[in-house]
């Protein structure tokens, strides 16, 4: 484990020193890292057999920013053969299926309107968003329903990151840290930093999928 975290240390900071690389996803051939970076707008694809190899996996002017105060694409995930990205400043949710050579395929807009700084899957297919400067998480299921299961009186404000427990028993929470509002305070006042664990009842999906 050590030496694979420092394999993908030294990757990392070869890969693009002015990209400002968001969040990662481990692709399901086990030996790459899909990075966003999001001030340029692709998606790397991270060797971490190699340190220092690197390629852009996906490009498309939909995965770029379109405002200097929001990043472009910012989350990823993987499930069931497809990566899903958000763009933060955007408001998109997007998806590209996975080939069988491991190379990306057409990129498509799943939701539009949808300002997603991390997002987490569900079994069912629903995303579970944090919408940082929005002070929300809430739920956006496969038919396009969206529900607030988490606002500033549940201390959502500034929800940044969001997954799903692993451990036996709560495996059905999502875990939800927050800044507190620091970028942008609810009513005008910063609050504390929470780590927020929220009920909703379906197991997620796997962070690590296998070809």
Known sequence: MENRSRRFGAALDRSSRRGLHQR??????????LACESLTGRILAIDLREPGRWSAWLTDERLKPNH????????????DGSAWISNSGRRLMLRTSLQPDGRAGAIETTA???L????????????????HPEQTVFRLDAAGNRTTIAGPR?????????????APGDQSALYVTTDG???APYEGIVQEANL???EVGELGWPLIEHA
Do not use: M
């Open 116 to 131: 997603a700084d991390d997002f987490a899957i569900g079994v069912s297919g629903s995303l579970y968003i944090a919408t």
């Open 24 to 33: 990662f996803a481990l692709h399901p051939d086990g030996q790459t890292l």
């Open 68 to 79: 200097p105060w929001f990043p472009g694409a910012n989350g990823i995930k993987i499930r």
């Open 181 to 183: 509002g620091i970028v």
């Open 196 to 198: 927020l664990r929220l």
């Open 112 to 114: 539009t309107h949808v």
């Open 154 to 166: 549940e201390g959502a404000v500034g929800a940044t990151a969001c997954a799903f427990g692993r």
